[in-house]
């Protein structure tokens, strides 16, 4: 399971989060971002224990979020406004969903919807259309995506400028090349934003068919063009967790043991 939350700040939280981390629940990835002001987890292990954690985890950090005085160069729409099941069942997503609806109070959406777009702000009058829960966005904890997906990858590139020029122009052209149907691109999606606290730019990337599409060649494609743009490409990092075959084709990407798994089944794993 991949999860986001939007904090980045609160480090007595993260501490929290690792210090009630169950034996039989795997933390391949817990990581902030103070300009983004959010916070990645990524988890693995069986649906009965990991699914309790998370209502944890939620438990504690919606306690000390407030979307109405939130602020952070990432887009959000919830105080964990993504959460990706990998290899479960839509009923086990669906009784997770409902749970979670439940206890605070959040609409559930199973996909984007254009909920993004509209961001928090623009959720806050209209009634809405969730799976689960209320049809009025939460007042300080906005909505929540569940969905069900298959693997994917995610990179975040960090680039060395002072705005965010060069990564928001890449940004246009992934899209652009993944609706003109490019392989290369297929299922590649990013988000760009910047890092005033480092004067640096992330193009935070989503690979959504790595055994088709997978990272290398956008990699190398980036650095060309930042090469030829004069912009300096300071790192590729892999945000969550990788499978063992993912290790032979994302040369480019360093990568710390414990994101790697290669003994869990698939039917286990939640990213």
Known sequence: MQLAFSFGRDRDLVRRIQDDLPETVHLHDLRSDLDANRTWI??????????????????????????????????????????????????DADAFSESFATDFGIPVFRADQGLRDRGFGGLLEPELSPLFGPTRCHETLGVSIVRVRPFF????????????????????????????????????????????????SCLLIEFANPDSAGPDPVLEWLDHRAKGAGTAVKAFEIVGAVRQQDLLETRNVPIRPEQVYDSLSLNELFL
């Not at 954690?53 to 105080?79: D, T, W, Y």
């Not at 928001?168 to 993944?178: G, K, L, V």
């Open 42 to 91: 990524s988890l693995s292990g069986s649906f009965p224990d990991v699914s309790p954690f998370v209502l944890n985890i939620c438990e504690l950090a919606f306690e000390r979020i407030n979307l109405q005085k939130h602020a952070g160069e990432h887009p959000r729409i919830g105080a964990m406004d993504q959460c990706d099941w990998i290899s479960t069942s839509a009923d």
């Open 153 to 200: 990858v995610t990179i975040a590139a960090t680039f060395e400028e002072e705005f965010p020029h060069f990564a928001q122009s890449r940004a246009r052209d992934i899209n652009t090349r993944r609706e003109e149907l490019d392989p290369v691109f297929e299922g590649v999606t990013c988000c760009a934003y910047m890092m005033p606290s480092y004067e640096q």
